[in-house]
T-cell receptor
Framework: GQQVMQIPQYQHVQEGEDFTTYCNSS?????IQWYKQRPGGHPVFLIQ???SGEVKKQKRLTFQFGEAKKNSSLHITATQTTDVGTYFC??????????WGLGTSLAVNP | GAVVSQHPSWVICKSGTSVKIECRSL??????MFWYRQFPKQSLMLMAT?????????EQGVEKDKFLINHASLTLSTLTVTSAHPEDSSFYIC??????????????FGPGTRLLVL
């Protein structure tokens, strides 16, 4: 079945360092979405990418959608302690479901 | 916009009792609602997809008689965990989708319900 893989599973960085998480789908996606879940919280929608090769920025966050629309990445420049949490990618599956990656948990040492 | 509420946020109950969790879309009509379960340090596991006025579609391995879902209106879906047991203890999260007219299939999540079955 359709799968979305995400790496790494965990990442520890020093505050100020950059961070990247990668997402790969077993099938071509019509779009990919990114969510952030803070410790103890619920997932919050960050962004959706639709076009092949699309790049979107939100302040220090840069999101990319691959040319083949099967992979995506989220890059955070100069991490801050407020970036701590788990970042999930998700792509649409059948019947309007989202197929979720396992998430990348980011820890930032101050 | 796109606020989803969930109630209660915490539940502690005895084994064998039933627990009802409500999910409401506060400022939009949700054509579809989803129920997830999440264990500590794990990803979201979809339990079922719920469309207003029709039966929920359950994921493989999810017992529909144990996890009763009702989607009575475009703003309310409920999940009832019947005869709860300690292994049902988890973080239950609902999400709602506004439909394809908006950011495609974007899901807006409720704050979640932490269930502890003693």
């Amino acid at each position: 079945g359709q799968q979305v893989m995400q790496i790494p599973q965990y990442q520890h960085v020093q505050e100020g360092e950059d961070f990247t998480t990668y997402c790969n789908s077993s099938t071509t996606l019509s779009n990919i979405q990114w969510y952030k879940q803070r410790p103890g919280g619920h997932p919050v929608f960050l962004i959706q990418l639709v076009k092949s090769g699309e790049v979107k920025k939100q302040k220090r966050l840069t999101f990319q959608f691959g040319e083949a629309k099967k992979n995506s990445s989220l890059h955070i420049t100069a991490t801050q302690t407020t970036d701590v949490g788990t970042y999930f990618c998700a792509g649409p599956g059948n019947n309007r479901k989202l197929i979720w990656g396992l998430g990348t948990s980011l820890a930032v040492n101050p | 916009g796109a606020v989803v509420s969930q109630h209660p946020s915490w539940v502690i109950c005895k084994s064998g009792t039933s627990v009802k969790i409500e999910c409401r879309s506060l400022d939009f009509q949700a054509t579809t609602m989803f129920w997830y379960r999440q264990f500590p340090k794990q990803s979201l596991m979809l339990m079922a997809t719920s469309n207003e006025g029709s039966k929920a579609t359950y994921e493989q391995g999810v017992e529909k008689d144990k996890f009763l879902i009702n989607h009575a209106s475009l703003t309310l879906s409920t999940l009832t965990v019947t005869s709860a047991h300690p292994e049902d203890s988890s973080f239950y999260i609902c999400s709602a989708s506004r439909g394809t007219a908006h950011p495609q299939e974007t899901q807006y999540f409720g704050p979640g319900t932490r269930l502890l079955v003693l």
